[in-house]
């Protein structure tokens, strides 16, 4: 989730550095995508997945989002965020496969802050959305690791009289 958040951001920062350029947008989130695939490979290798749905149905997820992430910015009308747009919902239906409320609401918010920034005419409108759904991301990312780990535990007040100075 926390590389998911770095890609928006990443997209962000392209997209309010070079005035909205479709092509440099849609090629933030290509090269994203393909770190991101190299990355989660490396970490479900360790950490398997639930794996609550058939193995195809991952299989043609990775598939697709990889292949939207990769075709999505040639299309013009969507002005170089159909990657975006593509890599949210398939992490919403990742989240679907897995039954992970977090993970799905966290792929439909950023599928549809990237409508809004494909409707928007302002300039600035995609940065901010990419922005918000770096936001979200993080925030998605923060309660899956609570979820799997519990609150923090409370530390005992320390008492000054047991230390011992010297």
Known sequence: MLCLAV?????????IATRSDATAVAMAYIVGSVLLCVVCGVWFIRNPPALRSSASAYLYTLC?????????????????????????????????LERGRVIMTAGVASALAAIVAIVGNAPVLG???????????AVAAYRLHY??????????????????LL
């Not at 990769?70 to 990742?94: K, S």
């Not at 940065?127 to 991301?137: C, I, K, P, R, W």
């Not at 320390?158 to 011992?164: A, E, W």
């Open 7 to 15: 890609i928006f951001l990443s997209g962000a920062a392209v997209d």
């Open 64 to 96: 697709c989002l990889e292949f939207g992430a990769l075709f999505g910015g040639a299309i013009e009308p969507l002005r170089g965020c159909g990657g975006w747009l593509l890599l949210g919902l398939g992490i919403a239906v990742y989240g679907y």
């Open 127 to 137: 940065g901010g959305m990419q922005a918000l759904s770096a936001l979200v991301f």
């Open 147 to 164: 979820l799997r780990n519990g609150p923090r535990s409370r530390k005992e007040p320390l008492d000054l009289n047991t230390l011992t």
